[in-house]
C-alpha cells in the first residue's frame, strides 16, 4: 500500500488545517487508517484513526478539534484540525493497516505558532 499524504503547513494558533492521505489501493480492503505525529524529541503518537466498520479514534489532546473522515470513492482519509495549537506542532505521517501489516506515508510538517 502507497499512502501519498498532502496538507500540512505554518498556522497561527487557533487556525485550521487539513490533511488529506490516499492510499494506490481500495480503503474497502484497508484494515484502518489514520494518522500519526511526532514532535521533536518525543515518540510518535495517534492522532486519529478510522477502522474498516467506520469507527472511529482519537488521541484526548485532540478531541473536539480533530475529524477524521474517509472517502472510500477516493481511496482517502481527510484530518480536519480546528483550534490548533502550538502543542499541535508536529511531523504528522499518513498510517494504514492491511493484514496486521503497516504502511506509512511521508511525514508532512505542521507548524502552529502562537
Known amino acids: 500500500v502507497h499512502l501519498q499524504a498532502f496538507g500540512g503547513g505554518l498556522v497561527q494558533a487557533g487556525g485550521s488545517l487539513r490533511l488529506s492521505c490516499a492510499a494506490s489501493?481500495?480503503?474497502?480492503?484497508?484494515?484502518?487508517m489514520g494518522w500519526y505525529r511526532q514532535a521533536p524529541g518525543k515518540q510518535r503518537e495517534l492522532v486519529a484513526r478510522?477502522?474498516?466498520?467506520?469507527?472511529?479514534n482519537y488521541a484526548d489532546s485532540v478531541k473536539g478539534r480533530f475529524t477524521i473522515s474517509r472517502d472510500t470513492a477516493k481511496n482517502s482519509v481527510d484530518l480536519q484540525m480546528n483550534s490548533l495549537k502550538p502543542e499541535d506542532t508536529a511531523v504528522y505521517y499518513c498510517?494504514?493497516?492491511?493484514?496486521?501489516?503497516?504502511?506509512w506515508g511521508h511525514g508532512t510538517l505542521v507548524t502552529v505558532s502562537s
Open positions: 498510517n494504514a493497516v492491511l493484514a496486521l501489516t503497516q504502511y
Open positions: 489501493r481500495s480503503a474497502f480492503s484497508i484494515n484502518s
Open positions: 478510522i477502522i474498516s466498520g467506520g469507527s472511529t
